[in-house]
């Protein structure tokens, strides 16, 4: 390597940690903090080094109830992940191959992502009382169904769209029927995009706020409503708060990994021709 | 029985007519080549007779079939894709099994046709490697494979050979048409490269704007183009503009040339002269008695391995001629030369119909 191309080698890196520690800050305080007691959360000027405690995790879990808000975030979020990947896989997949209600159709469902979705929670709210709905993990996952498909839809029907026809005409002219066409090899060949939307899927429904903070209630919440609880008239709790914003990153962080490993799977795929 | 007829086949994409009125029958094992530019129609028609389009009208029969409502995976035909399409997820040896793997044919038996055309394709040893470790070459081998395995009746290649690098496609031709031969399988190619058609066919379908131009064997349509279109897209040839008179005499600017073959009587005419035609000398007492001669002047001379291609400025229009290396008497640019044809050779069509 030349000389100047080492140097800006370096310059390159230093910008990088000190934006990279811009970002990573206030989560890695946000860890720190988790391990304190309140008493060292508050202290300014800040130390550095204490002995850690477990006790905010604790107490979160067992005062906070945070272990059925756990349970809700993730039944919700799986659940709606596991009903919309089906669904959009297949309306995707019929866009992208058979052009299915034309460009139009096409927009009308990306169309629906354009609303600012304050103006639709408070009708929903009207509709979900009427159906009693309101305060049920099951109508809370109805919303996120809704809100969600159009987007995977979408990311699903550029994957199919990367697809060449000829493998599936090939897969034909061998004699294999449509769907085991699809089945044997548009599907396996899909796998990793398919992963990938479901994870983000996932993690749209793991940190939705807005339709969580309306439709749900006390035995319903989902982790990001029972967070923002922890503001409370005594000030905010930030011991237990950061606790909580860490169980809360955890799934998340590991989905990522697994994301991650998925995508550069589906590049690599990219080679058929 | 006919392997294939294909009768009065018509298609439209939208607006676009893509295949007017499309008729060809084939003889068992026969080699037909479809050539014409992109956009001609004729992968319009290999894609119908694969059954991947619907005709708008016309029938297609596969052995005396008609097999217009068919569904491409109840045709006996296998085709060979110009991107290879080989499944990205699989094997070289899962590859060319599947149509067997998707008749759920016993395992042994499926072992034992995959190494027959492995070694039929020569790519033995390579069973396990996955497509993206293979060559392009080696892709559209295992393609040929796969397309072979299930004994198609009528073997579809869809321009094969375009992805290919020249030394590749020049090998692969060859070994094709020896593969098609040796099996004997009916085969329907599709082109638009001339030196593919002329080398591989038994018989080649020009095509132009969804119509078809000539139907002939390479020979005939090399030496007998039924229109100015078809001497122009195969094979190369020089274009003169002038007059016909009596049928006999072709006037170019002020020149009188005598020929024999002509589609004009009298009128607007354009006559097509090969390279290979036309032969060229310094002085004019080595013109045989009886040829058509023009004065000119050497502009390039280009080497072409096998046969060496002069370009030639004769009243400002540039004429071709070719001649095999070894008569190359060292003619090079600037040089005042002649040129003169045999009567026999040209042909002359009528003005109006184009070349383009």
Known sequence: ?273 | MKALVVKDLHKSFGNVRAVVGFTLEMEEGEFVTLLGPSGCGKTTVLRTVAGFEKADKGEIYIFGKLSNDIPPEKRDVGMVFQNYALFPNMTVAQNIAFSMMIRKEPQDKIKKRVGELLELVQLSGLENRYPHQLSGGQMQRVALARALAKNPKILLLDEPLSALDAKVRQQLRGEIRKLQMKLGITTLFVTHDQEEALTMSDRIVVMKDGVIQQIGSPRQIYDDPINPFVAHFVGTSSFLEGEMLDGKIFIWKDERFEVRKSKVKNGKALMVLRPTHLKMVKDEENVPDGSNVMKGRVSLVTFLGSVVRVHVMIKEEEILVEMPSEDFWGFKEGDEVIVYFSPDFPLVFPKEQNIQ
């Open chain 1, 1 to 273: 390597m030349r000389k100047s191309e080492k140097r800006w080698n370096i310059i390159a890196h230093i910008i990088l940690i000190v934006f990279s520690f811009i970002i990573l800050a206030p989560i890695l305080w946000t860890i720190r903090t988790s391990f304190a007691t309140d008493v060292i959360a508050y202290e300014i000027p800040p130390r550095f080094f204490f002995k850690p405690t477990i006790k905010n995790y604790i107490n979160i879990l067992v005062e906070n109830n945070f272990i059925r808000h756990f349970k809700n975030s993730f039944v919700v979020s799986l659940s709606s992940t596991l009903i919309s990947i089906p669904i959009a896989s297949l309306a995707g997949y019929a866009f992208a191959r058979y052009n299915t209600g034309g460009e139009r159709l096409k927009f009308t469902v990306i169309a629906t992502q354009m609303l600012p979705p304050i103006v639709l929670v408070i009708p929903l709210f009207a509709i979900y009382m009427k159906f009693h709905l309101v305060n049920t993990l099951h109508g809370l996952t109805i919303s996120y169904l809704a809100f969600n498909l159009p987007f995977l839809i979408w990311i699903l029907m550029g994957f199919f769209e990367g697809i060449p026809k000829e493998l599936e005409e090939a897969a034909l002219i061998d004699g294999a029927t449509p769907l085991k066409a699809f089945l044997k090899i548009v599907f396996p060949i899909s796998a990793p995009g398919i992963m990938a939307a479901a994870v983000l899927s996932f993690i749209m429904c793991w940190n939705e706020f807005l339709f969580a903070l309306v439709l749900t209630g006390a035995s319903s919440a989902t982790i990001p409503v029972a967070l923002a609880a922890l503001q409370t008239q005594r000030g905010v709790l930030i011991g237990k708060l950061s606790a909580g914003v860490v169980m809360a990153i955890a799934p998340i962080v590991i989905l990522s990994l697994f994301i991650q490993k998925y995508l550069v799977k589906g590049l690599s795929f990219g080679a058929i021709k």
